[in-house]
């Protein structure tokens, strides 16, 4: 699995072929065994292959063009509805103060993750976009309010091979048995 894991690049250009099915529904299944709090499964997977709709997605996500060479998109959204069950009217956006909306984010974002590496193992290429507002991208999709779009995975066969960017070293992170305290004296 490292070696997946050190291959992955977040892919902005992509090959003019289409994403096989099975694939697809690998990847979702991957998602679909993730973790989460409570086993609350809060992730729900949208996949969209129209050419309009994508459009309509780039353009709210600050336009970026190169979203559009992607045969695929899939949009992973968030459900506070498995944290919250009480029959309430609740709208999420990126302020809101749900304590629970946390939560979905967190174990919503395993399973994106997890779409991520297996598409990697499978040959596919991704990039993560949550440059976007719930209140533009939701009527798109039809998602209603009490959900939360996490992201817009782009998904196919790269056309391109970045470069590995800078990581910090091991040492700079890892702590052991507590935060470091740094003497200012």
């Given amino acids: 699995m490292i070696e997946q894991i050190e291959i992955r690049r977040s892919i902005r250009r992509y090959l003019d072929k289409p994403v096989e099915n099975v694939k697809i529904i690998k990847l979702l299944e991957s998602a679909r065994l993730a973790p989460s709090g409570d086993n609350t499964q809060p992730w729900h997977f949208i996949v969209v292959k ?95 309010a009490d959900k939360y779009v996490v992201c817009i995975l782009t998904l196919g066969y790269a056309d391109e091979l970045p470069q590995s960017r800078p990581r910090k070293k091991l040492e700079e992170i890892i702590h052991y048995e507590s935060w470091p305290i740094i003497n200012t004296d």
Avoid: Y
């Fill in 50 to 144: 129209a050419e309009f709709t994508k459009k309509q997605l780039s353009e709210v996500s600050h336009n970026q063009k190169w979203m559009l060479s992607a045969p695929v998109f899939i949009v992973c959204v968030a459900d506070i509805r498995s944290r919250i069950k009480e029959d309430v009217d609740i709208s999420l956006n990126e302020n809101s103060p749900q304590e629970e909306l946390k939560q979905i984010i967190r174990d919503t974002s395993i399973a994106i993750e997890h779409i991520v590496l297996e598409a990697s193992n499978l040959g596919l290429g991704t990039c993560w976009i949550a440059w976007f507002t719930q209140e533009k991208i939701r009527p798109i999709l039809n998602i209603p």
